[in-house]
């Protein structure tokens, strides 16, 4: 695996690639790579002749109280792992390569409406970093698909969405969340918790399919529903931010007619804020 920490070599590389008709997949992270992402990894690699994986911590999609500077940079783990899935290149890039030496006056892409609400209303500009961030990515890289968890369903829409609006030829694949036994889903922040916390944080997603299972079963008390399940978490001794049904395709409030739903949570344990959501589609 050849790893390029500068754009313009990763660039001469993939211009070869092209030039051989080979189709490439973009698997960006943060790093700190764990089996969710490894499976983003697989994925490429069935679908595209030749994947890159770009591992950067990008300090625009963290807000000033963040965990920007705590969080788990592994690089040579990472690189070791990335070597075990045959992946084809490494983009690991430092901060001036990617901002400059002014990173202040970076222009910057803004998703509307879905930016704003659930984790874009918790964590402000954050989906403009991620959106500025992962154009910079497909501008760099110019893959012809890129991978991206399911874990993150607001993250992925708004890439989607401005993938759509600047008409870029690049597809976006959603890939399965995965899990611990525990059902709690992967995440770098899992890192920070202790083993009763973790076994605590498992209750998000028991919510979840508990809720998609009153869904299922007919109830559309959505507000109750919602609330019951805040009460669940706080039980487990977690603290809400969010929990709400939606509309899987433009994250609205769920209406009753709507059938393809999306339930999106958020909840702080311990040092961590944990993301997590379930789909759910119900007959027409
Ligand atoms: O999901 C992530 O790890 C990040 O938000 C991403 C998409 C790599 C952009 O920094």
Redesign the pocket.
């Known amino acids: 695996m050849k790893t390029h920490t500068e754009i313009s070599t990763l660039q001469d590389h993939l211009k070869k690639i092209r030039l051989e008709g080979q189709t490439i997949g973009l698997v960006?992270?943060?790093g700190n790579l764990h089996a969710g992402h490894i499976d983003l990894i697989k994925e490429a690699k069935s679908k595209t002749d030749f994947v890159v994986c770009s591992i950067?911590v990008?300090p625009l999609?963290f807000g000033a109280n963040e965990d920007l500077g705590s969080y788990p940079r592994t690089l040579d783990q990472d690189s070791e792992k990335l070597t075990g899935e045959s992946c084809d290149s490494l983009f690991a890039p430092n901060e001036i390569e990617i901002y400059g030496s002014n990173p202040d006056n970076q222009t910057i892409v803004r998703v509307p409406e879905l930016s704003n609400e659930f984790c874009g209303k918790s964590r402000p500009g954050h989906f403009d970093g991620?959106a500025t961030?992962?154009t910079k990515l497909f501008n760099i890289a110019q893959p012809d698909i890129a991978f991206?968890?399911l874990k993150?369903y607001q993250?992925l829409l708004v890439i989607k969405k401005f993938t759509a609006d600047l008409s870029m030829n690049i597809d976006i694949v959603g890939v399965e969340t995965r899990r611990e036994n525990s059902g709690l889903a992967m995440s770098s922040r899992n890192n920070y918790l202790n083993d009763e916390q973790r076994q605590s944080a498992a209750s998000i997603y028991q919510c979840l399919n508990k809720t998609s299972d009153q869904l299922r079963a007919g109830n559309r008390e959505f507000s109750d529903l919602e609330q019951a399940a805040k009460v669940n978490l706080q039980q487990a001794g977690l603290k809400p931010d969010y929990f709400s049904i939606c509309n899987a395709s433009n994250l609205q409030a769920a209406t009753a007619d709507d059938t393809q739903l999306v339930i999106l949570a958020a909840a702080y344990i311990g040092p961590s804020r944990l993301i997590d959501n379930i789909q759910v589609k119900l007959p027409v």
């Open positions: 960006p992270t943060m950067f990008n999609q991620v961030i992962v991206f968890g993150d993250q």
